[in-house]
């Protein structure tokens, strides 16, 4: 089976421009989940969906930050304006409901750098 | 969400078992135990999950005491390919998955 698909793997942009990154869940699984990790913060909980409906978005830094999931096998993280300390590397984690405590399951993440 | 406290780094030499001890004085009820292997440049991996008493698979035993307020995660015989960083965190289902990874432990295992 196919894990959690992130594109791109890699971004290097100029601050000011729009950032757009890209995430495929694992079929099957409704909750989907965007991380940030950065050495100085550590692996942060940006915002989570569940069906597609984002649950808590306390996580997101402010409102250049945007997640939308429209289908259950696609969500995007928006940054309108980048700017240079959004330079991290964000994770995509999808989650099956089905069963306890079911695990998250982790893209291998896309390394943004703003320049 | 009950907090996490682990040790920062541990150093390992090949074959030797590691214990990684985990600390969630304020762990609910309906909390489970979760741990997480991450390697550089990779996104965290499931390694193993549990409620109460002892848990094994293929890749680790996790150990919880009767009053859950900490856990161990043993790693039998580690591996320079065991060196990486790991996370200990509780949840419950009922949060909607929601887990907050703390520092980690990075464990560096040496020849």
């Known amino acids: 089976d196919a894990g959690v698909i992130q594109s791109p793997r890699h971004e290097v942009t100029e601050m000011g421009q729009e950032v757009t990154l890209r995430c495929k869940p694992i079929s099957g699984h409704n909750s989907l989940f965007w991380y940030r990790q950065t050495m100085m913060r550590g692996l942060e909980l940006l915002i989570y969906f569940n069906n597609n409906v984002p649950i808590d978005d306390s996580g997101m830094p402010e409102d250049r930050f945007s997640a939308k999931m429209p289908n259950a096998s696609f969500s995007t993280l928006k940054i309108q304006p980048s700017e240079p300390r959004d330079s991290a590397v964000y994770f995509c984690?999808?989650?099956?409901?089905?069963?306890?405590?079911?695990?998250?399951?982790f893209g291998d993440g896309t390394r943004l750098s703003i320049l | 969400l009950a907090k996490t406290t682990q040790p920062i780094s541990m150093d390992s030499y090949e074959g030797q078992e590691v214990n990684i001890t985990c600390s969630h004085n304020n762990i609910a009820t309906n909390d489970y135990i979760t741990w997480y292997q991450q390697f550089p440049s990779q996104g965290p991996r499931f390694i193993i999950q549990g409620y109460k008493t002892k848990v094994t698979n293929e890749v680790a035993s996790l150990f919880i005491p009767a009053d859950r307020k900490s856990s161990t995660l043993s790693l039998p015989r580690v591996s320079l390919s065991d060196t990486a960083v790991y996370y200990c965190l509780v949840g419950a289902h009922n949060q909607g998955g929601k887990l907050i990874f703390g520092q980690g432990t990075e464990l560096s295992v040496k020849p």
């Open positions: 984690a999808s989650r099956a409901e089905r069963g306890p405590n079911q695990p998250q399951h």
